[in-house]
Every structure is written in C-alpha cells, then in structure tokens.
C-alpha cells in the first residue's frame, strides 16, 4: 500500500441555529465541488451579535481531501 497525501484547505459556515449546523452546512456545502472529503476538523466556533443578542452561529474548519496527481484539484476548487 503507498503512501497517501491529502490537501487541507480552511472554510467558514454560518448558522443561525447552532454550531453544529454551521459545521455541517460548511462540510456538506464543501462536498459538492471538492471530492474524497477525509476529514473536517473545527478550528475556531465564534458568534456574531446584535444590541447584545446572539445573530449567528460561526465554525471554521479545516477539511482535508485525499490529493489525486491525475487531478487539478485547485482549479476545480476556483470554479465554485
């Protein structure tokens, strides 16, 4: 078996109703134009406020994709 190499790239996603749906909205939002999704790992959870009231929920996330040589992988991820 030979080695693997994998890409990770940083996202954001937001939610008006928790974290987790911020996460999960960001990785499943992610899967439609980066294939081989390994893993999604959350950085950083923050919330946005207004007067003093909660607005949104934020998570960023650092999603690592098994890299394919045979593939331009940064352009695919340009087009979207």
Do not use: C
């Given at each position: 078996?030979?080695?693997?190499?994998?890409?990770v790239?940083?996202?954001?996603?937001?939610?008006?109703?928790?974290?987790?749906?911020a996460a999960?909205?960001?990785?499943?939002?992610a899967?439609?134009?980066?294939?081989?999704?390994?893993?999604?790992?959350?950085?950083?959870?923050?919330?946005?406020?207004?007067?003093?009231?909660?607005?949104?929920?934020?998570?960023?996330?650092?999603?690592?994709?098994?890299?394919?040589?045979?593939k331009?992988?940064?352009?695919?991820?340009?087009?979207?």
């Open positions: 078996m030979g080695d693997s190499v994998y890409v790239n940083e996202i954001v996603g937001t939610s008006t109703v928790s974290w987790e749906d999960k909205s960001a990785i499943e939002t899967a439609k134009s980066v294939k081989d999704l390994r893993i999604g790992e959350v950085v950083t959870q923050d919330v946005t406020l207004e007067n003093g009231k909660v607005v949104s929920y934020r998570v960023r996330l650092n999603i690592s994709f098994k890299y394919h040589p045979d331009v992988w940064h352009e695919e991820i340009r087009k979207h």
